[in-house]
């Protein structure tokens, strides 16, 4: 069997983005679910946006092997060392990617109203062409991109459990992603994003 046969490229103008839909199998993506769940200090942030200031909509962690802080929307985290199970899970990625990750920022999304705004993720710590590594667990959530200029170009998929969404090349200059809210009752999804800090 051809490991690496559900490989979907999106093709989406100026990006390289690849979807990995059964990266995990189901029994190893419940496993860590439950582990990160438990295992993981989630932390709250405040926000600014526009002069004020929010409470994050969604609980995070920074997790490395660098000792680096990653410092994002005013909000500088220090990182935790990395455990055994995300050490299993960067091990696993890093057989499809050029890079080796030093950094993971852990997102849970506790319910419907939790989300992550438009960006991108293009701070000056990730360099130039920067790798983004998403692992989704637990619940399906959808995953909007917009092209930062041409209006005309969006898309959006479903990001399943076990899933593996990589984005590289020039992904982070020319478009902006999101999670965004939904009214539908739905249950909690954790998220682990793979990075480089040099
Ligand atoms: O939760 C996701 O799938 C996206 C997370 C994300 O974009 C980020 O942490 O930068
Ligand atoms: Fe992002």
Not at 37 to 45: A, E, G, L, S, T
Not at 58 to 73: H, Q
Request: with cysteine; glycine share 4%; charged share 25%.
């Amino acid at each position: 069997m051809d490991l690496f046969s559900d490989r979907i490229s999106l093709h989406l103008p100026d990006s390289d983005i690849v979807y990995f839909p059964s990266f995990l199998t189901a029994d190893d993506a419940d496993f860590y679910f439950k582990q990160f769940k438990r295992q993981v200090p989630w932390q709250q942030d405040d926000i600014k946006v526009f002069g004020k200031v929010y409470p994050q909509p969604r609980l995070t962690a920074l997790y490395g092997n660098n000792g680096k802080a990653y410092c994002y929307a005013n909000i500088t985290m220090q990182p935790h060392e990395f455990t055994k199970e995300l050490l299993q899970i960067k091990t696993k990625i890093e057989k499809h990617t050029t890079v080796k990750f030093t950094t993971c920022l852990l997102n849970l999304y506790r319910h419907g109203k939790d989300s992550n705004g438009w960006h991108a993720d293009d701070e000056k710590e990730l360099g130039q062409n920067p790798v983004i590594a998403s692992i989704t667990l637990g619940q399906e959530r959808y995953f909007h991109l917009k092209h930062k200029k041409d209006k005309t170009l969006k898309h959006k998929m479903l990001l399943r459990h076990g899933s593996l969404l990589l984005m590289q090349g020039a992904t982070q200059h020319n478009w902006l992603h999101q999670i965004p809210k939904t009214a539908k009752p739905v249950s909690e999804r954790i998220n682990l994003t793979f990075r480089v800090i040099p």
